[in-house]
């Protein structure tokens, strides 16, 4: 039987592994240049070791997430951890630029089967309203600030030892996390294949969604009206659509689409689509800013984002349910959108010559309360519409919606900040003045969005349950 306490530190080991998971998104980033160096990578290469990544991460995720409800979430969360650790040894062990690549692919695979499954156990472990938001809150707190605690890890391994560590680190946080998962976290069976192992459904819907994160990918370089991105970006469309098609007419679909008949379900995973992109601008084209405009070091940008990371952290786990309690979930979440636009909003006037605690924590610090009150919301509410027996679906379905949403976002964001710089370049601005403007640019197309994100959040989501004024924020065994 599942104890208050058990139950409370098997949150903490499956947010651990997520943790281990959204770092490495992030941490290898920081790495690059040493990693470009030792193994003698070209710089079209040297994409592809974050590439190879995405592709298998974001192409699995869903199809990870129902692999839970079919065949168990535990068995699932295991299974990737044990091959996200053991492609982490295999990336550190790397002496060639094949084996790191193709390593790293295997480590999506991992981190995709780790992380799909992870929020609809945490639903099930948590049934009742109150102690799922402050579960919900743990987690949106490590999904949605793990990037820029990669960030700083990453600058500090790579500067104190080597870009090999960024993965050995893996091994026995992996290593622990499996050892507690198997005895604080509930095995529960799945459904069944019966009841959903649709083949060829699965082949559409992987081969889709990675050949769609591919093309975005591959944006970049080769523009978005050229051949190849409308070629490849037509075939992925048509795959999903196929897939959903399929998922219409099969006795038992892979993702049955009832799911979508929820105003929560879909509401609250096109709301959390667009506002990622502005987050992910934030973080990327962010970053980018402390580095060539202000010339931050790689270590001095982890340490600039920890601000942000404060605040999401603390509202996440401390203020963020009095104040849902208050407001009730959607008004939480309309204003918590409407104050991260005002933070895009703010660092889209961040001059040349800015200063950290004028130009860059204020926007930090909004940005920071307005995501650790959006997310956790956003994933209860998503979460709120799906049946038991759908649960890792809909976990899937909410971790598919930030990477690939955040992934076209970025994409769509960089280039048109792109563009916008070389534009002010060809009509005479000195250049580090056109590059921040092509900063400024993606925030502000970052902050409208999340204006659009708000207004659709107020017509489509309703709250299934209120958490009670009052309630301490931490269970007695996580305090």
Request: with cysteine.
């Amino acid at each position: 039987m599942t104890t208050d306490r058990s139950r409370w530190l098997a949150l903490y080991v499956l947010c651990t592994g997520m943790l281990m998971i959204v770092l490495d998104a992030t941490i290898v980033n920081v790495a690059l240049p040493s990693i470009k160096t030792d193994l003698g990578f070209s710089q079209n290469n040297l994409s592809w070791v974050v590439n190879a990544y995405l592709i298998a991460f974001g192409g699995l995720l869903l199809l990870a997430g129902r692999l839970g409800d079919l065949i168990g979430q535990r068995r699932v969360f295991l299974t990737g951890l044990s091959v996200f650790t053991g492609a982490s040894l295999l990336c550190a062990m790397a002496q060639d630029q094949v084996t790191l690549i193709a390593a790293r692919f295997v480590q999506g695979v991992g981190g995709a089967l780790t992380s799909a499954v992870i929020l609809g156990m945490i639903v099930t472990l948590f049934p009742e309203p109150k102690d799922m938001a402050k579960a919900i809150g743990v987690y949106g707190f490590v999904a949605s600030s793990g990037g820029s605690i990669g960030l700083l890890a990453g600058g500090v391994l790579t500067s104190a030892l080597n870009w090999h560590w960024i993965f050995f680190v893996n091994l026995p946080v992996g290593i622990a996390t499996g050892f507690f998962a198997l005895r604080l976290v509930e095995r529960r069976d799945g459904l069944g294949f019966s009841a959903g192992a649709d083949v060829p459904g699965a082949s559409l819907l992987t081969g889709g969604l990675m050949l769609g994160v591919y093309t975005i990918l591959q944006v970049e370089h080769v523009g978005w009206t050229s051949v190849r991105t409308l070629g490849m970006g037509a075939v992925a469309v048509a795959l999903v659509a196929a897939f959903v098609a399929r998922q219409g007419r099969v006795a038992n679909p892979l993702m049955p689409l009832r799911l979508f008949r929820s105003r929560n379900v879909t509401g609250a995973n096109v709301v959390q689509a667009l506002t990622v992109v502005g987050m992910f601008g934030m973080f990327f084209l962010g970053a980018l800013y402390l580095q060539q405009v202000l010339g931050y070091d790689a270590l001095g940008v982890g340490l600039a984002f920890l601000p942000a990371s404060v605040v999401m952290g603390a509202t996440s786990l401390r203020f963020g349910a009095p104040i849902v309690a208050r407001l009730g979930a959607q008004r939480a979440v309309v204003v918590s959108l409407l104050i991260i636009a005002a933070g895009l909003a703010l660092f889209a006037h961040a001059p040349v010559n800015g200063h950290f605690a004028t130009d860059v924590v204020p926007p930090m610090l909004l940005i920071g309360f307005g995501a650790g009150l959006a997310f956790p919301s956003l994933m209860q509410l998503a979460m709120s519409g799906a049946t038991p027996e759908d649960s890792g679906l809909a976990s899937g379905l909410v971790n598919t919606t930030v990477q690939v949403g955040g992934a076209i976002g970025l994409a769509v964001l960089s280039t048109l900040a792109a563009e916008r710089t070389d534009g002010l370049r060809a009509h005479g601005h000195e250049a580090m003045s056109a590059l921040n403007s092509g900063y400024h640019l993606a925030y502000l197309i970052g902050a409208l969005l999340a204006v659009s994100a708000a207004l659709i959040a107020a017509a489509t989501l309703r709250a299934p349950a209120a958490v009670p004024a009052g309630e301490p924020e931490l269970a007695p065994a996580a305090a």
